[in-house]
């Protein structure tokens, strides 16, 4: 399968524990993305890299929320001290420059705080 | 404040009619949008884009219709199938002080009826 992946698929924390989320993007893309999704709503845009650099990060965004992406190829989320808040789907997209905008999305990591 | 947003939350079609979604934006600076489709516990699909610079573009069975007077973005889906079921998103590319990023509407359910 060549497509985006990540893991793990769910994850159940309780609250105040810190969580990492992987995602390993298309091979060939650049550009990696990470969103937030609750039930009935639309993603929500974390942020944003390309290659290695973080170069958009959501004003919304907590500090407890940090992303890597270390050698330009897969990327962590890591979200500290967990709130039932933080309770989502957690989206990764990687998409080709040279393509424009065009985003693959993986099938998500659901995280619920408990 | 500005958001893109969605006129029907939900829609039912007969299978082979034709079907329109809607999405209404307020910010007149987006340069570019994107429809996606969204099943049931599987991330986003891309279906089509548009940069403001056309009004109309074409894909297979879909069509995406831009009115940048009316800030009014519509997907058409000709012949619609079973498979088409799914939650729909528009998003819009904003860029602003903080930086650039996508920001998603809250969807509408397509449900094709037999």
């Known amino acids: 399968d060549t497509g985006v992946s990540q893991n793990p698929r769910h994850k159940i924390t309780k609250r105040g524990q810190n969580v990492t989320f992987r995602c390993d993007p298309i091979?060939?893309?650049?550009?990696l993305y990470w969103y937030r999704q609750t039930l009935g709503q639309g993603p929500e845009f974390l942020t944003y890299?390309?290659?290695?650099?973080?170069?958009?990060k959501s004003r919304l965004l907590s500090d407890r929320f940090s992303a890597e992406r270390p050698k330009g190829s897969f990327s962590t989320l890591e979200i500290q001290r967990t709130e039932q808040g933080d309770s989502a789907m957690y989206l990764c997209?990687?998409?080709?420059?040279?393509?424009?905008?065009?985003?693959?999305f993986g099938p998500g990591t659901r995280l619920t705080v408990t | 404040g500005e958001s893109v947003g969605l006129h029907l939350p939900t829609l039912s079609v007969q299978e082979g009619d034709n079907s329109i979604i809607n999405c209404a934006y307020s910010?007149?600076?987006?340069?570019?949008f994107i429809w996606y489709k969204q099943e049931s516990g599987k991330g986003p699909q891309f279906i089509i884009d548009?940069?403001?610079?056309?009004d109309k573009r074409q894909g297979q069975r879909v069509t995406v219709l831009l009115n940048k007077t009316v800030k009014h973005l519509s997907l058409q889906i000709a012949a619609t199938q079973p498979g088409d079921s799914a939650v729909y998103f528009c998003?819009?590319?904003?860029?602003?002080?903080?930086?650039?990023?996508?920001?998603f509407g809250p969807g509408t359910r397509l449900s094709v009826l037999p």
């Open positions: 910010n007149s600076a987006s340069d570019y």
């Open positions: 548009i940069r403001s610079n056309m």
């Open positions: 091979s060939e893309h650049n550009r």
């Open positions: 997209a990687s998409s080709l420059e040279v393509r424009g905008y065009e985003q693959y």
């Open positions: 890299f390309q290659n290695e650099a973080q170069l958009e």
């Open positions: 998003a819009e590319k904003r860029e602003d002080n903080y930086g650039q990023n996508f920001v």
